[in-house]
């Protein structure tokens, strides 16, 4: 029952930024974890970055000082604001909900390219 649908995704220069968003319906939003995660061609899926229920933020370091999670609890949407994006960020991004083992949920993907 709980779905999450990403939009924002698109071809970018590097250099350029991007927003992306996620609308979470079926859910307690407000007690999920979410995050981003993205999945190059080849590679593992990564963490982008995760906002917590209490509000405290966590992002990788390859993410650290250009990407910034925010949330809107009233709005259900989780953002992802990408900036001075590089060609190494070209992946699909997927928004994640997260409370436990047996609970979470995935969006099915917007694909971010960035040119070099």
């Known amino acids: 029952q709980v779905q999450l649908v990403e939009s924002g995704g698109g071809l970018v220069q590097a250099g350029g930024s991007l927003r992306l968003s996620c609308v979470v319906s079926?859910?307690?939003?407000?007690?999920?974890?979410m995050g981003w995660y993205r999945q190059a061609p080849g590679k593992e899926r990564e963490l982008v970055a995760a906002?917590?229920?209490?509000?405290?933020?966590n992002y990788p370091d390859s993410a650290k000082g250009r990407f910034t999670i925010s949330r809107d609890n009233a709005k259900r949407t989780v953002f992802l604001q990408m900036n001075s994006l590089l060609a190494e960020d070209t992946a699909v991004y997927y928004c994640n909900a997260y409370r436990a083992a047996t609970w979470n949920y995935w969006g099915k993907g917007t694909l971010v390219t960035v040119s070099s």
């Open positions: 906002v917590y229920s209490g509000g405290g933020k």
């Open positions: 079926g859910s307690v939003f407000g007690l999920s974890t």
